[in-house]
């Protein structure tokens, strides 16, 4: 089972040394597999950690129900932090950490405070938010492991997303984005 979709990746492939290089799913989730970070289902609170990040998700008020997640490079320290909402559902708040992951990764020179509140709503969002969903979504439900699993026989919405350990929601919007029909998708 855990070796099921996981990524083979090649002994050619650069090895990365320094994680400010890090930019992309692909590679994020190429340091994930160095380190023995699991990554089918993606431990995400393992790659934080050994990215150097803090993850913390015991810190909001009852009246802070509608923010996932704050991104954050604490001043006095220079360490990044994430918060996670706790009243939020496990699967939801690893997508968060996902989300999270994507902006250090991709924005982290741009800004040093994020803060995210629902990430499916309507309209288009604006374009560090729809970049570090599709992070996201790449690192949780890397293409070949969807399709392995699909190929194995796990088509139902339901069944894949309990494989990926994610919502019912990021599952469909990442078949949509892999042009998958049928099965409920
Ligand atoms: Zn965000």
Redesign the pocket.
Known sequence: MAMIGRRNFGSEEPSIEDISTIDTPDKLLEYAHKNNIETSPLDVYGLAKVLGITVRDNIFEEDKKGLSGVLYKESKTDNWIILVNQHHHPNRRRYTIA??LG?WCLHQHQKSL?E?EIFFRGGQPEK??WQ?NDFASEILMPENDFLEKIGNGITRVEDLAIEFQVSTIALRIRAKKLGMRGHGL
Do not use: G
Request: net charge negative; hydrophobic share 25%.
């Open positions: 989300h999270e902006h994020f995210d560090p938010e570090a």
